[in-house]
């Protein structure tokens, strides 16, 4: 049975730093394409990062979280990672982690939500002062 648990969430002030893990079980990261997505109250669900399948991890970003958010994996620990810096207020959501049902995917996965077979609980982040 597959796994996916995300950690990390918070309160913190705008500039701020927060690291999201997503730990899998049941499923093995290296051979699958995964991603972060979020959710505010009132809004649709949004692409956040994305990160394939290929050892090196050709990742791909949202616009408003370029040059702020960083998503990576951990294959030997079976974790997925979103480190984010100079958090604004708009960031505020929960986050989710997303996991493909199908090895060696391609493509466009931000704006494909449903090419995620797999899903976790989400972890809020509020940002604000």
């Known amino acids: 049975q597959v796994r996916l648990v995300e950690s990390g969430g918070g309160s913190v002030q705008p500039g701020g730093s927060l690291t999201l893990s997503c730990a899998a079980s049941?499923?093995?990261?290296?051979?699958?394409?995964m991603g972060w997505f979020r959710q505010a109250p009132g809004k649709e669900r949004e692409g956040v990062a994305a990160?394939?399948?290929?050892?090196?991890?050709?990742?791909t970003y949202a616009d408003s979280v370029k040059g702020r958010f960083t998503i990576s994996k951990d294959n030997t620990k079976n974790t997925l990672y979103l480190q984010m810096n100079n958090l604004q207020p708009e960031d505020t959501a929960k986050y989710y982690c997303a996991a493909d049902g199908r090895p060696y995917g391609v493509g466009d996965y931000l704006s494909a939500p449903r090419r995620f077979a797999y899903w976790g609980q989400g972890t809020q982040v509020t940002v604000s002062s």
């Open positions: 049941g499923y093995t990261i290296t051979t699958y394409s």
């Open positions: 990160i394939t399948w290929s050892w090196g991890g050709g990742t």
